[in-house]
């Protein structure tokens, strides 16, 4: 709590700090004061505490998300110092936002009651709208942050006549309470309550990008400024699924039939979807958009198996599939300055040449995001696939497979970019030291965590 | 104001949910019909309000304090989003000239 | 430990060669380890050891990092620590790019290799799988020939495909073992697997396997990667990497779903003898030196997926015997056709002919190296072949029969490809061709040397089998 | 008995040391090597035969090494030292001797010399693993290594597509053969659990004469024959094997390897005693092939060719005698064979010498003069090969027409028409190159040297008196050759004939034999016919004699353009079309699913908007119904 | 009573159709605000006179006024956004409708609501509503400061006009 409690607080520092001139300042103050979050946080592991009449329930799954957001919340500002080098207005705010953003996602990981997850629904996603419309004067930028808005207020709206129907039915928002309602009716759910619940998923399914929710995904990640798309397709992914496991671990497992098979059509839908969308995209921000929502799919499965470990691989396979994309992002940004703006995936053309170690980091995020050993990103496809195995999934398990190799193919394809000679040099690449320090620390994290996997039991 | 409390006793719960079911899809037919962004946002609205008003009446029917406050709550961020959701459109408006929600489709494919 | 450092010498040097500025002096690094574990591998083979190596891996996931070798993975380790030495060494004098990163790609396929072939953990199996799957990658994405993007591409993804189907069967099996679940080979050996289940999880573990070798009709990608592919990408390729799919199969199918396996007996192995004839028709008409040995690989590959299935001790021993055979044979044909592309600019029959006037060494080593593809005997192809036709013919007259075609049709495209590349009269492009140099021994020598010694003494391959033949007496 | 050990080894190490040294090898030196390596073999095979006579046995087996050892296939890398492989040996290499010395006259000049040395060494080796074999796989490494030699030899003068074309033809047609022996082995093994010579035979007689498997068996291995003996159908190739030099196809193609599957069956003879339908059919194979390919030599204007046909033709005959259960009469016809025919090519090959590499028959003639030499050991073998007494090729041919008479007397006029048919072409031959005038004009021909005339003498002394090694009974002789192979080679034994009707049947065939003779010379020398030349139509029957009845247009229509097609079809229709697109259709299917699905994405919120209340619609009905 | 509420419904159901379906956006605003008046009459009929009103002030009193600023402020009133096209139209009434079918049809009460707690007449009053929120309901209204702190940053980061950076040409078309 007092970590959360921290956060708000530094958040509110960091905007006071936006009246300094000196802006270098703000990417080292805001990733030390999550530091001090991240320590904060880790002090209560171990032990489980409810706040604020049962609000919110903080244990060790929620410390766990919270403290991977926050590391990777700090990959993400040390980045930032560069990115926002030539910025010169409200620095301080977007770093504000975002570590509001983050205090939102404390709550999505941490809500015992439907209000707070709502709350940290709202107080993440608003931040997002405003972070996505950064740019102000790019039309782009305003058409994602907007197109963001409109779906995600929809999305709000639904999620709420869900929570809505849901009390309605059981009088509470408490989501114990709302668990042992549901298992009275032993299965025979009345339909208000299953559209309600029905409601409730769709709306943190909005979050996640599951098909066929995703469509904001795409356009927002590519209109977004990058490394809001990062912060996107990171924290917030993680934060989603954080929620997402919460809502059914302690609200509604085991989930009732019809749900179930719902999310089972999702999943379906996201890693068909996700695969066969990134398949021929040529704009790389909205190939990782697509392959963000098939990874979407792949934790679906680890969260439908509900197995008892599905949180650990949860919180593994969002954390090493962050500390992979990354290293991605930076990487596109340094190869989009070297290319005159161009976002294709063609700016990856001749880096294997021109900065070759770049580039071998740069395969190795990709291998970890296609699933490819010993990179992390394969143990975790391995785990949900274990997962879903175990429950008797066989078949989709199998289809996920499938579209897992399709995934390879266009994780490949951008390899195969970067080997790919390009015609002339416009400009060098510029790497920065700290930059290039990130880039190595995340991709030698990737295949760390891969090669001496862990799971935190959670 | 004794009628008045007891409203909630005598008309049918299944009257207010079909009421803000109503509203609710008016609020959709909005979103889907219309091309002024700026009718979008007040459909949008609408919904949230319909929510309210089921959740109060849920509430009321339930004798349960928690409703009202989340009602409060949804008013809040209905209240934020909105401000958030028209600053963006005022940029949008500085930026393209106009508001008509056809407009923003250069984020494709 | 000993197996630890096998695997370890080339990862190390792998990884340093990686670093290394100089063209000659990576090399020289790459080759001198090559050799070390090369001479490892003989003193392991000397000296077997009987314990292998263990350690703890994934703990929460009951997976142990452990290597141990039998009669299977010894041959298959020889054959690899063999040829790779003559792999980096084909490189040498050639102009390459990034030669540093090229030898540490191989060395790393070298590692992950050796590592297949010791694990006896399917899921560290599988990592090593996927890890020699990956340096061959790009070995051939950045040093292979024309049109390589694509071809590499769809080659990788149809192998990494079946790996993919590969992993669920490891998965599914993993999760069938009792009490805290493990991967050890060991526990899936003592599954007992409905009959039902082995049926369709047969082809789930296969499909990999009948990629990787290839079997008909699972063999589309392999003709344009052989042909576009760099000598060295071409060795590993053809040499050790179809090796894999072998003894991932005999890894796999027969101790864990033998019932699968005689279920789908004939249907595999009549696909095999159906590549068998199919790959060898083919060849007839191939126009490329490259085109065609890709072919003939297949042939001779098919017919041991054929012989793997029949699964007597001759077909098994041939089996394995061939597997050196081939191994070596076709690298020696790889670096051949290498020579011959370098010598005359191309590997279209119709460029080509009479280099015999010119290099007439060279024509002998070719035509040596040819005769072992046909399994004349006294070289190594004819032990291998004549014991696999045995077993087919003790399982069916016919299948031998089928299998025995490749005796016919091999000598008809072979031989028609050394006519068309050495006989013939001197064509005046090639007037300042010239015959084999120094470097060029060295590799070929001991290769053919090998091809024949090993047709004239098969007895210690077939001794170092009987080592541990044990896992496939637990098949049957 | 490891003295044994040499007579393979000594021609190995002149392969070798003619092959490596081939850049190092000046002159003749390679020839004379070769030659007197071969000559040494010779020579202790000839120590071998007394050895072997002093100690008594019949056999001995030296063991090399353990060749292949698994489960019950043991296979030793052992030789067999009876009196059949002693006959062979002996044959091997006395024969190869004469030709390797011939050769170094013969071969003077070419730039591949030692290479020809060391492919002849090489070959030498091959055959003596072949016949000295203890066991079927030994044999059978023999087998294969003598197909090798041959390719190479064909193709010696490789700048010649046609030749290298007859070369691999030869191989192919070879290695069809090879699998029906390799399976025959295999199924021998099977059978008996060994392939060793001795221990089969043992066994053997546990096996019911006529059984299916004994059948089968026999049948297979005779396939394996079939293609080294260049019988129908295999025998195509043996005339195109006169593209090699023409030591080599008295050496190869005449004397000792196409023999190998004679050897071979007289090896098996207790196998083929068994199988009587076998045997049938190899009399049915091995007269129509005497017949057929003496058919053909009628018309045959190159001077190989003619020969290269005869030697099918009398391959045929050792066949029938094999057929017959006269094994080891087939044997003898093989070795006064190894004789007359050996000569009969070396003396070719001093006349293609002398005429400067002509070879067309209707180009030369009145040579006698000029040739003296090569003229009367030609003679001499003509007179050989048609059977005319004394000369050895009389008493082979007379005992395998007598046991076809045994047989059937059908059988016996049949061989007898062959017979008289292979006289009347040897002497069209003979009258055609050495009698009249000289038809070509500006060449000079002379007598080849000395190098080469002698092995034509020592020949041409053999095939004259290698009768005498197996004098019938009927002229007092106690058949010795036969018998001495008796203890390797288990002949049927007939009914005896008495010798009234054998003195008749000989008659008749000399009387017959003079009026062919007689015929020939009217023929080619009185009316001095020569032969019309290619442009020339010719009636049917004629013409299609001429062109060998077209089997080889046979062979090309039947099996290589389908096998072309078939190739040209796979690939083209099922790899290209079927296979190779099934797997990139995949991928092209997949990519345009996937081109669709970013079609979806428009762009368009209120699409978007629409996409999601259609989803949310479709998941409530969805979970409402089920 | 039930009068009331029928006239009530009536109102809001005309006017959220008005809302919809009006040319002007103006109109549109004033049939929203007569909406949430007939709205917060619902509530007072609810019992729930503290929501009644907050609503009144947060969305009469402040956010519909914010939405007629912007729209005056932005000339939007007579800016002339075309119709969507007639088959959008129809899809959109469609899709409209039949989520309100398929919603009647899923929300009917097929089982018995119990009320949780007996019937209190109080629980909309503003003592019982400020009790629950400050007492159970502390946090989430503490952490919805959080919530306007990041809306203002938003608007004020849209709003405010940067001296630095001239308005961009619009992106290409495609690009």
Not at chain 1, 291 to 316: D, K
Not at chain 3, 8 to 13: D, M, V
Not at chain 4, 337 to 349: I, N, S, Y
């Amino acid at each position: 709590m007092s970590a959360f409690i921290f956060t708000v607080v530094l958040g509110i520092i960091v905007l006071y700090l936006g009246f300094s001139k000196n802006k270098s300042i703000l990417s080292p103050i805001s990733a030390g004061g999550l530091v001090v979050s991240l320590v904060l946080s880790l002090k209560d592991w171990g032990h489980q505490s409810k706040y604020f009449h049962d609000m919110i329930l903080i244990d060790n799954f929620s410390i766990a998300f919270n403290v991977s957001m926050i590391i990777i919340t700090i990959l993400i500002f040390l980045f930032a110092l560069d990115y926002y080098e030539t910025m010169e207005n409200h620095v301080a705010e977007l770093y504000a936002l975002m570590i509001f953003g983050l205090t939102g996602t404390f709550l999505m990981t941490s809500f015992s009651n439907l209000i707070m997850l709502f709350l940290g629904i709202e107080i993440l996603s608003i931040p997002l709208y405003i972070l996505a419309g950064g740019k102000k004067y790019s039309y782009r930028s305003n058409e994602a942050s907007f197109k963001y808005f409109i779906m995600g207020s929809f999305a709000t709206a639904i999620f709420l006549f869900g929570i809505a129907l849901v009390y309605g039915a059981s009088a509470t928002f408490y989501l114990p309470e709302i668990k042992t309602f549901i298992a009275q009716f032993n299965g025979h759910l009345p339909p208000m309550l299953l559209v309600g619940l029905l409601f409730i998923v769709i709306g943190v399914a909005f979050k996640i990008a599951a098909a066929p929710f995703h469509f904001w995904s795409p356009d927002v990640y590519e209109g977004a400024p990058t490394l809001v798309t990062a912060f996107m397709a990171t924290v917030v992914k993680t934060a989603g699924f954080a929620a997402f496991y919460r809502l059914l671990g302690i609200g509604l497992l085991p989930l009732p039939v019809q749900i179930e098979k719902a999310l089972w059509v999702m999943t379906f839908l996201t890693l068909l979807i996700g695969n066969l969308g990134a398949l021929r995209q040529s704009n790389f921000k909205r190939l990782l958009a697509y392959s963000a929502i098939a990874h979407s799919g792949f934790l679906m499965l680890a969260v439908l198996s509900q197995h008892e470990s599905s949180a650990s691989v949860l919180l593994y396979y969002t954390f090493v599939y962050s500390l992979a994309t990354i290293p991605l992002f930076i990487i596109f940004i340094l190869a989009k300055r070297a290319s005159d703006g161009l976002e294709e995936i063609l700016i990856f053309r001749g880096l294997y040449k021109e900065k070759s170690w770049i580039a071998i980091f740069a395969i190795i995020n990709l291998m970890s995001l296609a699933g490819i050993p010993p990179t992390s990103g394969f143990m975790a496809k391995y785990q949900v696939l274990f997962l879903a195995i175990n429950k008797g999934i066989l078949l989709t398990s199998i289809f996920a497979i499938v579209m897992a190799i399709i995934g390879v193919y266009y994780y490949f394809f951008v390899i195969r970019e970067i080997f790919t000679e390009r015609g002339q040099t416009t400009t060098k690449m510029e790497v920065t030291k700290l930059n290039a320090a990130l880039i190595i620390i995340c991709s030698i994290g990737v295949l760390a965590t891969g090669i001496f996997m862990w799971q935190i039991p959670i | 104001m004794k009628d008045i409390t007891s409203a909630i006793q005598i008309i049918p719960l299944e009257h207010y949910i079909l009421l803000c079911v109503t509203l609710f899809s008016i609020g959709l037919l909005g979103i889907l019909f219309r091309r002024n962004t700026i009718i979008i946002l007040m459909s949008i609205e609408l919904m949230l309000n319909s929510v309210n008003l089921l959740v109060a009446a849920f509430s009321a029917y339930h004798s349960d304090p928690a409703g009202q406050v989340f009602v409060f709550f949804i008013m809040i961020v209905a209240a934020a989003e909105v401000a958030v959701g028209l600053s963006i459109l005022v940029m949008m408006k500085r930026n393209v000239d106009s508001v008509d929600i056809n407009l923003l489709n250069r984020l494709k494919w | 430990m000993i197996l630890l450092i096998l695997l370890l010498i080339p990862f190390i040097s792998g990884l340093a060669v990686a670093f290394f500025k100089g063209t000659q002096a990576a090399r020289t690094f790459a080759v001198a380890s090559a050799i070390l574990n090369l001479v490892i591998t003989i003193f392991v083979l000397v000296n077997p050891v009987s314990e292998g190596y263990s350690a703890e891996w994934i703990g929460f996931m009951n997976i142990q990092f452990n290597l141990a070798t039998d009669g299977i993975s010894l041959v298959m380790i020889l054959l690899t620590n063999l040829l790779f030495p003559f792999v980096i060494l084909a490189g040498w004098g050639r102009s390459q790019r990034n030669v540093p990163m090229l030898n540490s790609l191989i060395l790393l396929t070298q590692a992950a290799l050796n590592g297949v072939f010791m694990a006896q953990n399917a899921f560290l199996f599988y990592v090593f799988w996927e890890l020699a799957l990956i340096p061959v990658y790009f070995i051939l994405l950045v040093w292979g020939g024309d049109d390589r993007k694509s071809i590499t591409l769809r080659f990788f993804i149809y192998t990494l495909a079946g790996s993919l189907f590969l992993l669920f069967g490891i998965i599914y099996l993993y999760q069938l073992t009792p009490g805290s679940h493990t991967t050890d080979f060991s526990a899936f050996n003592q599954l007992q697997i409905p009959e039902q289940t082995q049926t369709w999880l047969f082809w789930i573990l296969f499909v990999a396997f009948a990629i990787k070798m290839p079997v008909f009709p699972f063999h589309t990608w392999q003709p344009p990667t052989y042909k576009m592919a760099s000598t060295q990408g071409a060795m590993i390729l053809a040499g050790v990497m179809t090796k894999m799919g072998i003894y991932g199969a005999l890894r796999f199918l027969f101790p864990i779903v033998p019932l699968g396996v005689q279920f789908w007996q004939p249907v595999v192995i009549i696909l095999g003898l159906i590549g068998v004839i199919y790959a060898s028709v083919i060849a007839f008409k191939h126009t490329n030196l490259k085109t065609m040995i890709a072919y003939s690989s297949m042939a001779h590959i098919s017919l041991m997926a054929a012989a793997m299935f029949v699964a007597n001790e001759y077909a098994v021993k041939g089996l394995l015997f061939q597997v050196m055979s081939h191994g070596i044979t076709i690298a020696a044909l790889f670096y051949l056709a290498c020579l011959v592309k370098e010598k005359t600019g191309s590997t279209e029959f119709h460029q080509l002919g009479g280099l015999k006037n010119k290099a007439p060494i060279f024509a002998i080593l070719f035509l040596i190296a040819v005769l072992g593809s046909i399994a004349l005997p006294l070289t190594a192809g004819f032990v291998g072949e004549f014991l696999m036709i045995a077993g087919l013919f003790q399982q069916s007259f016919w299948y031998a029969l089928f299998g025995g075609l490749t005796m016919i049709l091999g000598a008809i495209y072979m031989l028609y490809a050394y006519q068309r590349v050495m006989l013939g009269g001197q064509k005046p492009v090639f007037e300042k061709v010239t015959d084999l140099n120094r470097l060029d021994y060295i590799i070929l020598i001991p290769l053919l040397v090998l091809i024949i010694g090993l047709g004239v003494f098969p007895q210690p391959v077939f001794d170092m089998i009987k080592i541990a033949g044990s896992a496939l007496t637990m098949a049957h | 008995m490891n003295l044994a050990l040499l007579v393979p080894l000594l021609p190995l190490l002149g392969f070798l040391i003619t092959g490596l040294g081939y850049k190092k090898l000046k002159h003749n030196q390679a020839g004379i090597i070769a030659s007197m390596l071969v000559a040494l073999s010779f020579i202790v095979s000839v120590t071998l035969f007394f050895i072997l006579k002093s100690s008594g046995k019949d056999s001995a087996t030296v063991t090399l090494f353990n060749w292949i050892n698994i489960g019950s296939l043991n296979i030793p890398f052992a030789f067999l030292i009876d009196h059949l492989s002693l006959t062979m040996m002996m044959i091997v290499t006395g024969i190869g001797t004469l030709i390797h010395i011939y050769s170094i006259g013969y071969m003077h000049g070419d730039e591949r010399v030692n290479s020809f040395f060391a492919q002849m060494n090489l070959f030498t080796f091959s055959m003596l693993l072949l016949v000295m074999g203890s066991n079927y796989l030994v044999l059978f490494i023999g087998w294969e290594g003598v197909g090798l030699c041959s390719y190479l030899l064909i193709g010696f003068w490789y700048k010649n597509p046609a030749y290298n074309y007859a070369a691999r033809k030869a191989f192919i047609m070879n290695r069809i053969g090879d699998l029906g022996f390799i399976l025959g082995i295999l199924l021998l093994f099977f059978t008996f659990k060994s392939v060793t010579f001795s221990e089969v035979f043992q066994q053997a007689g546990a096996l019911q004469t006529g059984s299916t498997t004994i059948t089968l068996i026999t049948l297979l291995l005779l396939v394996g024959a079939l293609g080294k003996s260049a019988q129908i159908p295999l025998y195509t190739w043996l005339p195109d094997a006169m593209a090699g030099p023409t030591p080599v196809s008295a050496l190869i193609h005449a004397a000792t390897m196409v023999t190998a599957g004679i050897y071979m069956i007289a090896r098996s003879s207790i196998l083929y005693n068994l199988a009587p339908v076998t045997l049938e059919v190899i009399v049915v194979i091995g007269l129509a092939t005497a017949i057929f390919a003496a058919i053909i030599g009628l018309k045959q204007n190159d001077i190989k060719k003619v020969l290269a046909y005869s030697t099918v033709s009398q391959l045929g005959y050792m066949f029938l005698a094999l057929g017959l259960g006269a094994y080891s009469t087939a044997v003898f016809h093989v070795t006064t064979h190894a004789f007359f025919k050996a000569l009969l090519f070396l003396g070719a090959g001093s006349v293609i010498h002398a005429m400067g590499g002509e070879q067309d028959i209707r180009k030369m003639g009145g040579l006698k003069s000029k040739l003296p030499v090569t003229y009367l050991t030609f003679l001499a073998a003509t007179l050989a090969i048609s059977g005319i007494p004394p000369f050895s090729g009389f008493f082979s041919k007379d005992m395998i027409l007598s046991k076809a008479f045994e047989q059937n007397p059908m059988l016996y006029a049949l061989a007898l028409g062959g017979a008289l048919i292979t006289c009347f072409y040897m002497f069209r031959l003979l009258y055609l190159v050495f009698f009249g005038e000289n038809r070509t004009a500006n060449v000079h021909p002379h007598e080849s040297p000395k190098v080469m005339t002698v092995p034509l003498m020592i020949l041409a002394v053999l095939s004259t008196l290698g009768g005498f090694l197996n004098i019938p009974a009927l002229l007092g002789g106690k058949l010795g050759f036969s018998s001495y192979l008796d203890s390797a080679v288990t002949s049927k034994s007939g009914e005896e004939m008495n010798h009234t009707t054998e003195m008749g049947l000989i008659a008749l065939s000399l009387v017959l034999l003079a009026i062919v003779i007689y015929w020939a010379y009217n023929t080619f020398v009185k009316k001095a016919e020569v032969p019309a030349g290619d442009e020339v139509q010719l009636p049917a029957f004629q013409k299609a004699v001429a062109n060998k009845f077209y089997v080889d247009e046979l062979y090309r229509a039947v099996f290589e353009k389908p096998l072309a097609s078939l190739s040209v079809f796979l690939f083209k229709k099922v790899e290209s079309l079927i296979l190779d697109p099934a797997v990139n259709n995949i991928g092209r299917g997949t990519a345009v699913l996937g081109a669709l699905t970013r079609k979806l994405q428009r762009g368009n919120i209120s699409f978007y908007l629409f996409a999601m209340v259609a989803g949310i619609l479709l998941f409530i009905v969805f979970i409402l119904i089920i | 009573m039930v009068f009331l509420f029928y006239l009530l419904s009536a109102v809001m159901v005309i006017s959220g159709l008005f809302v919809v379906f009006s040319r002007s956006p103006i109109n549109s605003v004033l049939s929203l605000i007569v909406c949430f008046i007939a709205m917060a009459g619902h509530y007072i009929l609810l019992n729930s006179q503290f929501l009644a009103v907050v609503h009144l002030i947060v969305y009469t009193g402040a956010i519909m006024v914010l939405f007629l600023f912007v729209i005056m402020l932005l000339n939007l009133n007579r800016a002339t956004i075309p119709q969507k096209t007639s088959m959008t139209r129809v899809a959109a009434v469609v899709a409209g409708g039949l989520f309100f079918l398929v919603m009647v049809a899923a929300t009917r009460l097929t089982f018995e609501i119990h009320p949780r707690y007996p019937f209190s007449s109080k629980i909309g009053l503003v003592s019982e509503v400020g009790k629950a929120l400050f007492h159970e309901f502390l946090l989430p209204f503490e952490v919805s400061s959080v919530l306007f702190i990041s809306a203002m940053i938003g608007a004020m980061i849209f709003g405010k006009k940067d001296k630095e950076s001239l308005p961009q040409p619009p992106p290409k078309e495609g690009a």
